[in-house]
Structure formats: C-alpha cells, structure tokens
C-alpha cells in the first residue's frame, strides 16, 4: 500500500520553538518525498523535497528508510511559517499522495 | 501570474445540475492532474493526462466524473448530477514529463458546494 500519515492534525508553538511536524509513510520500493505548504488564502505550493537535500525558509527534512520518516524540522520557528503542512509521496503510476496534513500555528 | 489557472474559483450548483470546471496548466507541461480535497483531508488523486490522453483514473472518480483535454492544454472537469457529497476543493496541476525532479505546481482550486 501506497500512504502517507501525518499524525498531527494541529501544532502549536512560540515564536523561536524549535518544530518538527511528522510524517511516516508507506512505500515498497524507493520513495521520493515532497513536503508542501499552503499558506493562508495562498495555493499549495512546494517546500522541499528530500532529493535536493536542501533547506527552504530555514526547513530541513530527512529521509529516514528504517523508520520510513520523513519529518520537516526548523529549530526557531517564525510567526510567517504558520500554515498547513501536507506530506506527500510519488507513488506509482506518477502522482502524489498526500496526508492530511498539520497545522502550524506559530505565537508572537 | 503564468501559474496553474482555474475557473471558475467557486461554484454553488443545486442538486442535480451538472458543472464543469476549467483548468489551464502552466505553458509547455505535458503532465496535467486532478485531485479533490475534502475538509480536514489532504488532496486526493483523481486522474491525471500525459498530453491528450488521460493516463490513469483513480477509484474517486465515479461514472459521473469526466475529464477531457483536447489538444493537451486546457483541461475540464465535468461532473453530471451533482450531489452533496461532490462539495468539496477540485484542485488541478501540472509538471512537465513524470519522473523525479519534475515539480507538480497546483492552482488555486474550485470550491464546488451543492446544496
């Protein structure tokens, strides 16, 4: 089976917390993973990927095949990054699955 | 804005009518998508075309679902005798050829509500 779980549906912090919004996912074969984020009355638009191995607006994401994770981490949050997270894996045929998403609400 | 376009943006349609959404990826992708999504859910995949033709039908789409793109541009959705259960976000994308490195961009949706 093809899936993504996101277990948190809502995650609430301070300005400067560290986050980590979770994500598992189910994949036989090598997955590729995307995290999206919509912002308010914005479209859902691409994050990061774990390919690229980078980090975007100070968010990083590891692939972890044992633990099939792949949870997005910032270690100081900002008022700015509050939104809805979704998680997403390319399955096969191509095409993404997503989870339900969390959202990150960030505190002045 | 050369994005991913849709229209109409909301739609209210009363039971039964039939309403079809329009969406206009970004010029020159290849690959265009469907998904729908639900409140508290995250996008569900419906169908998606390489060009003209439609490469893959999820379950979702019932047989009062169809969806066409022509000339492998524009695309629409039509969805015949409405129900309550259709409302909800239809969300179109597209990337160029699958494969990894290819970004799917989204639109901005079209809210449908049947009441």
């Known amino acids: 089976a093809q899936r993504v779980t996101q277990p948190e549906k809502l995650l609430s912090v301070f300005k400067g917390a560290p986050v980590e919004l979770k994500c598992n996912y189910s994949y036989s074969g090598s997955p590729e993973l995307f995290w999206y984020v919509q912002y308010s009355r914005q479209r859902l638009q691409l994050l990061l990927r774990?390919?690229s191995r980078e980090s975007i607006k100070g968010f990083t994401a590891d692939l972890n095949k044992g633990e099939t994770s792949f949870h997005l981490k910032k270690p100081f949050a900002q008022e700015e990054d509050s939104a809805m997270y979704y998680c997403a894996l390319r399955g096969t045929p191509d095409k993404l699955i997503f989870g339900t998403g969390t959202r990150l609400q960030v505190f002045p | 804005d050369t994005g991913v376009s849709q229209d109409p943006r909301h739609k209210i349609t009363k039971r039964g009518q039939n309403v079809t959404f329009r969406c206009d990826p970004i010029?020159?992708?290849?690959?265009l998508y469907w998904y729908r999504q639900t409140l508290g859910q995250g996008p569900e995949f419906l169908t998606y075309?390489?060009?003209?033709?439609?490469?893959?039908k999820s379950r979702l789409l019932s047989d009062r679902f169809s969806a066409e793109r022509p000339k492998g541009s524009f695309s629409t959705l039509e969805i015949q005798r409405t129900e309550q259960g259709d409302s909800a976000m239809y969300l179109c994308?597209?990337?160029?050829?699958?494969?990894?490195?290819?970004?799917?961009?989204f639109g901005e949706g079209s809210w449908l509500t049947v009441v």
């Open positions: 075309f390489q060009n003209e033709a439609q490469l893959e």
């Open positions: 774990h390919i």
């Open positions: 994308a597209s990337s160029l050829a699958g494969g990894s490195g290819n970004t799917i961009y």
């Open positions: 010029s020159e992708h290849n690959r």
